[in-house]
């Protein structure tokens, strides 16, 4: 791959079996003592789902953003993209790249499970602090079913960004939001989503809980940890109206997930307050307009009044 396609904020950088594109935002920390922050995606997701959180923080803070292997304009990897192996690439890609400073991860998604891997392998020497953003939580399959066969032959057709709100409501500019969607289209993106969703993200979670973290809380001590959750009867009901007009489901089917909109909020706040255990410094909010793309649409988290 060409580095030419890539912004002039980014550079690939060498880890050694191939190359992953970091892009840096923000000015030079005045000391290597100086926090800085580091973006990690969720599952099927690159860089491009951060730039309206990185454009609020403005340039007086330095943060970086980077593609997974396989995404956009990061080479792919000859590892299959389990959640230990992205956890190894990261710390390869912090250490190649030379980021010697407190690092603040903020994880959205399956980044939960991604963070915790990156603990597991390297402790928290470098982990200056946690921002979680409607995470995943190692217990979540045990509680919810994202995948759940009647909710999404309910929504079988629907165009989920739609269905979601997250086309009308995202805060990114038009460019931006043209550039999202058009890496996603790609074969590339199509093919290693694929491996990453399908193959590798459900086992992840089974993975995560044998080594037994959680019997080390607060594994961050008292370096601050703020948990962010969105709600996702949000986008559950926006996926069941869209359904619904397209005619999908029997009348049992629908009322089948019309019981799983109720409860899935309580789930997941239950869930959210697992990662309060991480640190004995914490906070928990809930951006309430928002579904699972809190980063992409809260008017709370992204507003520029």
């Given amino acids: 791959m060409a580095s030419s396609t890539l912004p002039s904020n980014g550079r690939l950088v060498n880890i050694g079996t191939h190359s992953l594109a970091l892009y840096t935002h923000g000015s030079e920390p005045s000391s290597s003592k100086d926090p800085v922050v580091l973006f990690v995606s969720g599952v099927a997701s690159d860089a491009l789902n951060w730039q309206a959180v990185v454009r609020l ?7 970086y953003t980077y ?4 995404y956009h304009n990061s080479e792919c990897s000859p590892l299959a993209p389990s959640a230990e192996n992205v956890a190894l690439e990261l710390s390869l890609l912090i250490e190649k790249a030379r980021i010697p400073n407190p690092l603040i991860l903020v ?3 399956w980044a939960g499970v991604l963070t915790h891997e990156y603990i597991a392998l390297k402790g928290t020497d470098q982990i200056a602090g946690l921002v979680l953003v409607d995470a995943n939580h190692e217990t979540a399959p045990l509680v919810v079913d994202v995948n759940d066969p009647i909710l999404w032959t309910v929504a079988a057709g629907v165009e989920p960004y739609s269905a979601w709100g997250v086309e009308a409501e995202h805060k990114l500019t038009q460019a931006e939001w043209d550039a999202f969607r058009a890496a996603e289209a790609t074969e590339k993106f199509k093919l290693i989503a694929l491996k990453e969703d399908v193959e590798n993200y459900m086992p992840s979670f089974e993975t995560l809980r044998k080594k037994e973290l959680s019997k080390k809380q607060p594994l ?3 370096n601050p940890v703020y948990v962010i959750g969105g709600r996702r009867s949000r986008d559950w009901s926006g996926l069941y109206k869209a ?3 397209k005619g999908n489901g029997t009348e049992e089917q ?6 799983l909109i109720k409860t899935v909020d309580a789930k997941y706040e239950g869930l959210m307050k697992e990662f309060l255990k991480l640190s004995t410094k914490n906070e928990l909010v809930f951006a309430t307009e ?3 793309f ?3 649409t809260s008017r709370t988290l992204l507003s520029t009044e």
Avoid: N, T
């Fill in 243 to 245: 359904g619904v007009a």
């Fill in 220 to 222: 961050l001590g008292d």
């Fill in 67 to 70: 593609d997974r292997s396989g």
């Fill in 294 to 296: 809190v980063q992409m």
């Fill in 290 to 292: 928002s579904g699972h």
């Fill in 107 to 109: 994880g959205h998604s």
């Fill in 57 to 63: 923080l403005g340039p007086s803070l330095r943060s």
């Fill in 254 to 259: 629908r009322s089948y997930v019309r019981e």
